[in-house]
Nanobody, 114 residues
Framework: QVQLVESGGGLVQSGGSLRLSCATSGFAFITYAMNWYRQAPGKEREWVAVITSTGPSTGYSDSVQGRFTISRDNDKNTLYLQMNSLKLEDTAVYYC???????WGQGTQVTVSA
């Protein structure tokens, strides 16, 4: 059974930083590209970042490019998202997801205040 458990969210002031984690189990983590998504209040879920299984290579949405860094620890089956220079518009619930696996965790709330 695929399990994705996000953590590390919280309340932070604009310009601050947070590091999100996603602990995974139930699938071969090392063989999957992994993604972060987010959903702001009243908006659809949007893709944020991806990291491939090998390389690894990374990709980011334009809105977070240069501020967020996605990484993974294959020994710990864990995905990370380092978020710097946070903005009000980064406020959302953040989710991790394996490419090709239709399963979501409960998400972790990130709230950026002025």
């Amino acid at each position: 059974q695929v399990q994705l458990v996000e953590s590390g969210g919280g309340l932070v002031q604009s310009g601050g930083s947070l590091r999100l984690s996603c602990a995974t189990s139930g699938f071969a983590f090392i063989t999957y590209a992994m993604n972060w998504y987010r959903q702001a209040p009243g908006k659809e879920r949007e893709w944020v970042a991806v990291i491939t299984s090998t390389g690894p290579s990374t990709g980011y949405s334009d809105s977070v490019q240069g501020r967020f860094t996605i990484s993974r620890d294959n020994d710990k089956n864990t995905l990370y998202l380092q978020m710097n220079s946070l903005k009000l518009e980064d406020t959302a619930v953040y989710y991790c997801k394996a490419s090709g696996i239709d399963s979501w965790g409960q998400g972790t709330q990130v709230t950026v205040s002025a």
